[in-house]
């Protein structure tokens, strides 16, 4: 589980940071990537990565606003040129389904791959074996919500000495055990499974907020979450500037971050108007609070471990 910042700037485009957009690559869990906003360009960051847009199955856009939505016609016409075959599903606010419809019919646009398109407004987003999704509305301008992607616990190893010593030797019975309660073996003996599988695995939490002012609303999507994603459109020193704008500072994120319990926090969505010399300000402002803050760049990879 690996999450790929394309675009980690706000508002508009600039030499250094292009406009919102997260990948969350799967591809050991389910050989998937799912996509977290889409600003314009989206795809030609894609470009200088080893992602492919065919395994791209789900995005979630965060609200309407122009820089994490303008790359999105683009990117679902050209995986049709990219082997794209699997079906697509789009998650968004209300809204997202007339501006893609639209965007395809004006265009001429004809889709060679399923495509699927959810307009929510709070709650459950999806839950299938491996992972839940939740989103919750913040504080901005317009519409703009979090998720919390929950991963599931996962079966604990299988205890393989524990086996041989009970003189069950390796081989395909090994795999039976993992996949079933019970299991008979050729000398006529009942395995149970619960007896040869250590503890749960548990699951890890990604938390990725949209813009937002600062608000409590963010805690129940940022509890003890594995990596929480928050934008920092502004230093400390223009508090009054993020507030008039509804968006957030460094040191608002930190406190999230340290308030809720989360283990790892990963700023983006920074203003143009701060520069590569800005960046170590910046983290340092939120690591006086919450010292596990990394500032995102472009291209900026983290690893979420197992447990």
């Given at each position: 589980?690996?999450?790929?910042?394309?675009?980690?700037?706000?508002?508009?485009?600039?030499?250094?940071?292009?406009?919102?957009?997260?990948?969350?690559?799967?591809l050991?869990?389910q050989n998937?990537?799912?996509?977290f906003?889409?600003?314009?360009?989206?795809?030609?960051?894609?470009?200088r990565?080893?992602?492919?847009?065919?395994?791209?199955?789900?995005?979630?856009?965060?609200?309407?606003?122009?820089?994490?939505?303008?790359?999105?016609?683009?990117?679902?016409?050209?995986?049709?040129?990219?082997?794209?075959?699997?079906?697509?599903?789009?998650?968004?606010?209300e809204?997202?389904?007339?501006?893609i419809?639209?965007?395809?019919?004006?265009?001429?646009?004809?889709?060679?791959?399923?495509?699927?398109?959810?307009?929510?407004?709070?709650?459950?987003?999806?839950?299938?074996?491996?992972?839940?999704?939740?989103?919750?509305?913040?504080?901005?301008?317009i519409?703009?919500?979090?998720?919390?992607?929950?991963?599931?616990?996962?079966?604990?190893?299988?205890?393989?000495?524990?086996?041989?010593?009970?003189g069950?030797?390796?081989?395909?019975?090994?795999?039976?055990?993992?996949?079933?309660?019970?299991?008979?073996?050729?000398?006529?003996r009942?395995?149970?499974?619960?007896?040869?599988?250590?503890?749960?695995?548990?699951?890890?939490?990604?938390?990725?907020?949209?813009?937002?002012?600062?608000?409590?609303?963010?805690r129940?999507?940022?509890?003890?979450?594995?990596?929480?994603?928050?934008?920092?459109?502004?230093?400390?020193?223009?508090?009054?500037?993020?507030?008039?704008?509804?968006?957030?500072?460094?040191?608002?994120?930190?406190?999230?971050?340290?308030?809720?319990?989360?283990k790892?926090?990963?700023?983006?969505?920074i203003?143009?108007?701060?520069?590569?010399?800005?960046?170590?300000?910046?983290?340092?402002?939120?690591?006086a609070?919450?010292?596990?803050t990394?500032?995102?760049?472009?291209?900026y990879?983290?690893?979420?471990?197992?447990?």
């Amino acid at each position: 589980m690996e999450l790929v910042f394309l675009g980690t700037g706000s508002g508009v485009p600039s030499k250094e940071r292009n406009v919102s957009a997260i990948a969350l690559k799967l591809l050991q869990e389910q050989n998937s990537i799912w996509l977290f906003d889409c600003g314009e360009a989206t795809q030609h960051q894609i470009l200088r990565t080893n992602i492919k847009p065919r395994k791209i199955t789900k995005i979630f856009i965060t609200h309407m606003h122009g820089d994490h939505i303008f790359g999105l016609p683009g990117l679902l016409s050209s995986r049709s040129f990219q082997g794209g075959e699997d079906r697509l599903t789009v998650y968004g606010p209300e809204g997202i389904k007339n501006y893609i419809e639209t965007s395809m019919a004006v265009s001429g646009t004809t889709l060679t791959y399923p495509l699927s398109i959810v307009e929510f407004k709070e709650g459950q987003l999806l839950d299938d074996d491996q992972f839940m999704v939740t989103c919750k509305q913040l504080d901005h301008g317009i519409p703009s919500f979090g998720f919390r992607i929950i991963e599931k616990d996962r079966p604990g190893r299988l205890l393989v000495d524990k086996l041989k010593k009970d003189g069950v030797e390796p081989g395909p019975v090994y795999q039976q055990i993992k996949e079933n309660e019970t299991v008979q073996l050729s000398d006529g003996r009942v395995i149970h499974r619960r007896q040869y599988i250590g503890p749960d695995k548990q699951g890890r939490v990604i938390t990725i907020l949209g813009d937002t002012r600062a608000t409590e609303a963010a805690r129940p999507l940022a509890e003890n979450a594995d990596v929480l994603v928050h934008e920092a459109t502004f230093g400390t020193d223009r508090a009054a500037l993020a507030t008039d704008y509804f968006h957030s500072t460094t040191q608002q994120a930190a406190t999230l971050a340290r308030d809720s319990g989360a283990k790892k926090l990963v700023l983006t969505h920074i203003s143009s108007r701060y520069q590569d010399g800005d960046d170590a300000q910046l983290a340092d402002e939120a690591k006086a609070i919450f010292s596990e803050t990394e500032l995102a760049y472009d291209f900026y990879q983290t690893i979420i471990e197992s447990k």
